[in-house]
């Protein structure tokens, strides 16, 4: 890859979303913060975004799932993970479902950077292997 690696976080709490930015910044990769399902979706269709990592509670009517739903729409194969404080029984078996990875808050660092390394791994093997 002759670019940065895109990374967009989602997270409502800004805090939190300057602290996954900066350490992903360190870590070389480009980060697109957003605060909101609609900062999201404004990314994901403005941006070529290679890894989503997304909250999976957002505003009161809006969920990390829904975020994850818009994207797949547009790039199927987008690596994501779900990033959570608590998750329910049935949040956990939905990810598991889409094949999707939880990580829970706080999150470890170390955890997040292998699981990030890993999707972009595994998701540059399949666009090689497609052709």
């Known amino acids: 890859m002759n ?21 992903l ?3 070389g990769y480009d980060v697109a913060p957003a605060l909101s399902s609609e900062e999201a979706r404004r990314a994901i269709s403005e941006q070529q975004i290679d890894i989503l990592l997304c909250d999976l509670s957002l505003e009161k009517q809006e969920s990390g799932f829904d975020v994850i739903e818009f994207a797949r729409k547009k790039e199927p ?42 999707l972009l791994k595994e998701n540059y093997e399949q666009h090689e292997a497609a052709g």
Do not use: H
Request: glycine share 4%; with cysteine; hydrophobic share 40%.
């Open 3 to 23: 670019r940065k690696c895109n990374i967009l976080v989602v997270d409502d709490e800004p805090n939190v979303l300057l602290t996954y930015r900066l350490i």
């Open 77 to 118: 194969s987008m690596p994501v993970v779900l990033l959570t404080g608590y998750a329910t029984p049935e949040a956990t078996d939905r990810a598991q479902q889409l094949a999707i990875p939880v990580l829970f808050k706080p999150i470890d660092i170390k955890e997040l950077l292998d699981t990030i390394s890993g």
């Open 25 to 27: 910044q360190q870590q």
